[in-house]
């Protein structure tokens, strides 16, 4: 049977990070885990719950810790992913990341197919994006529709034979050798939940934060770049708060796998009395 390493990069994923091991875990062979943001390892409880899954599977985790850079210097979650490739020993890889949520059952058909046809390649099923809360979904198309066809963005697939990646260092991207529509196999009963977009007001503020900063908003965020600090942290507030004028979203009638209501909002009053404290009360008003 083909031996699955599981890919996790992490940053103070305390929220998801339970209800994102304790399925995936029983069924692959290792996971490889990268805990690093800006400046070091989680400051939440992120590395508590590691250790916990360590004492009840052990030697199944791998667990690294650091300030993980592209070649260019810059620090990005993809060199996270990167250093991670680097110490996987499987035959498949499953991308993984702390909000990406499975079900028992889905992981059951999943590793089902994975041992009936080990020849396949990649292994592809419909994926179900939160957006704003539980109720409803992101969906990237003016035809919604296509978003649930089984079409291959190479950053989304959620498990691959290891003789597609050609090499780890070459950027954001994981790169993909040649393949065929033989070496595809579609699942579509099969569901994995990400709860990204409604992980916490705090959480989606921090990352847009980041992701300004880091220049991954290129000649568009050059403008909000100059602001400096308090001017980014406005912008990425209020970018946050217009999440809902965003016509992405549409309503979900499907099965959530997690029994709890989730919001983008959860945190908002905390969240915003933190920013003020940072940089003054007027950093909305202006």
């Known amino acids: 049977m083909p031996k699955v390493s599981m890919l ?4 103070n994923e305390e929220v998801f990070l339970n209800y994102s091991l304790v399925n995936t875990i029983k069924y692959v062979d290792e996971i490889i885990i990268v805990d690093g943001g800006e400046s070091g390892p989680s400051t939440d409880n992120t590395k508590n719950i590691i250790d916990a899954y360590d004492t009840l599977y052990p030697r199944k985790i791998k667990y690294y810790t650091g300030i993980f850079r592209m070649e260019n210097g810059s620090w990005d979650e993809s060199a996270s992913r990167n250093f991670a490739l680097s110490k996987v020993t499987g035959d498949i890889l499953m991308p993984h990341c702390g909000d990406m949520i499975y079900t028992d059952q889905d992981l ?9 046809y080990p020849e396949k390649r990649i292994i592809y099923c419909l994926f179900v994006e939160f957006w704003l809360d539980t109720s409803q979904i992101r969906l990237y198309s ?3 529709m296509e978003a649930w066809y089984p079409v291959l963005p190479i950053s989304d697939i959620p498990f691959v034979s290891m003789d597609l990646v050609s090499h780890y260092f070459n950027g954001p991207s994981l790169s993909i050798k040649d393949y065929t529509n ?3 196999m579609f699942m579509p009963n099969v569901f994995r939940y990400h709860y990204g977009w409604i992980s916490g007001f705090d ?3 921090f990352r847009h934060i980041r992701n300004m900063t880091m220049g991954s908003w290129g000649e ?9 600090e308090k001017g980014i942290a406005r912008w990425a507030i209020k970018h946050v708060l217009n999440y809902p ?3 992405c979203g549409f309503v979900y009638t499907g099965k959530v796998p997690i029994n709890k209501n989730f919001s983008y909002k959860d945190g908002y009053e905390e969240t ?5 404290a940072q940089y003054g009360e007027d950093l909305l008003s202006q």
């Open 8 to 11: 996790l990069p992490v940053y």
């Open 108 to 116: 059951q058909q999943i590793f089902e197919i994975i041992n009936k």
């Open 142 to 144: 003016g035809n919604a």
């Open 182 to 184: 033989k070496d595809f």
């Open 203 to 205: 959480r989606q503020v």
């Open 220 to 228: 568009s965020g050059k403008d909000i770049l100059a602001l400096g």
């Open 245 to 247: 004028n965003n016509p």
């Open 272 to 276: 915003i009395a933190k920013y003020k």
